[in-house]
């Protein structure tokens, strides 16, 4: 038997996610500037990389897998990928793949991610307005992404809307759109706006919305319960009475989880961060490009756990003075 991934704090390490690409078919305002740079190809992971990489995790104990970027459905032959990882669900290894998506290439790949043992998706969508969409993620358009929602559902996905929270901009859709994920059957989340990478600034979008101000809100209208689902992350739900429906609040940088944090994430280069409010990573692409035997790997992979921190809070003097990460989160993967 192979020993599970614990960390320092006796954390044990299940969750991995992993960003793809740092490319994306949108320019959302929070996340990307209008003229990125993006890595050159051969600093990248191959997709066999990716997989070496994954299926390392797999046998040191990760239980779940979330794909993500940039935009992973871009990621060319990113399908492959997700048929190699279908070996280790159906062996038990893994329980479960998810990804977090645009939603942009869901009408193309939505058949094929449920063939390849996919069941939930994330769809990022923080209006339902087609101008506001378009201001929003600069470069898309809201009919593709609604038809690849529509795609997700019939090809039997179950689909969880994430919508970042921004005040001033989706504020006045808030019940629309928990009331349309309600008619559709899909849950909600709601993510709190966070300092991330260089965006020049110009085009911010809405400001920072509080997710207690949010839920204020809701309740003005709704009978909220909180449920003790956890999910080892820093999203918490609570309950609609009147629908039955779940809504979650994710607070990505709070602190008052962290004890149970279960989760390292991968980018697309080969960096583990073990903290994402922390900018200390371990480069795994040099151990991995080392040798076609994962011993390296693995002993790499171990030892970057073993300095896992116990929470974000006690560094952010190694953040911006403000706790503005410098790294873009395309870069580390939502
Ligand atoms: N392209 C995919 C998408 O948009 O779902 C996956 C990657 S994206 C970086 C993952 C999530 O991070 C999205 O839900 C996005 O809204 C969120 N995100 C991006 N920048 C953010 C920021 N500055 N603060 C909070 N959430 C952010
Ligand atoms: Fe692309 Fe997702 Fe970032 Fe928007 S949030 S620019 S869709 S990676």
Not at 140 to 159: E, F, H, S, T
Request: proline share 4%; aromatic share 8%.
């Amino acid at each position: 038997m192979t020993k599970p991934l614990i960390d320092p704090f006796q954390r044990a390490i299940s969750y991995l996610r992993v960003s793809v690409t740092d490319r994306c078919d949108f320019r959302c305002v929070y996340c990307m500037s209008e003229n990125m740079q993006f890595l050159p190809k051969k600093e990248l992971l191959t997709l066999e990389e990716l997989d070496r990489m994954c299926s390392a995790f797999v046998r040191l104990g990760v239980k779940k897998l979330r794909i993500t970027g940039g935009e992973p459905l871009v990621r060319r032959d990113i399908m492959t990928f997700f048929r190699r990882m279908s070996r280790h669900l159906e062996a038990g290894d893994l329980h479960e793949v998810t990804l977090t998506t645009n939603g942009s290439q869901l009408s193309r790949f939505a058949d094929d991610l449920y063939a390849a043992g996919i069941r939930r998706v994330n769809i990022s969508l923080d209006t339902l307005d087609e101008a506001k969409f378009a201001r929003v993620t600069r470069w898309g358009r809201l009919p593709q992404v609604l038809k690849g929602i529509d795609a997700a559902q019939k090809a039997g996905l179950k689909v969880k809307i994430n919508t970042v929270a921004l005040k001033g901009f989706n504020e006045d859709e808030l019940f629309t759109l928990v009331d349309w994920c309600a008619s559709r059957d899909m849950e909600i989340t709601f993510i709190e706006v966070m300092p991330m990478g260089d965006l020049g600034g110009e085009d911010r979008v809405g400001q920072y919305w509080s997710l207690k101000d949010v839920r204020a809100e809701l309740a003005t209208r709704r009978t909220l319960t909180d449920i003790p689902k956890r999910t080892g992350g820093p999203a918490r739900y609570v309950r609609v009475a009147e629908t039955g429906q779940e809504i979650g609040f994710i607070t990505p940088l709070s602190h008052n989880f962290c004890e149970s944090c279960n989760r390292v994430r991968l980018t697309c280069t080969g960096e583990l961060y073990m903290c994402l409010g922390q900018e200390d990573m371990a480069d795994l692409r040099t151990p991995l490009r080392a040798s076609d035997d994962d011993a390296g790997l693995e002993g790499a992979i171990r030892t970057a756990i073993s300095h896992k921190p116990k929470g974000h809070d006690f560094d952010y003097s190694r953040a911006r003075p403000e706790g503005q990460m410098t790294r873009h989160m395309s870069h580390t993967g939502g």
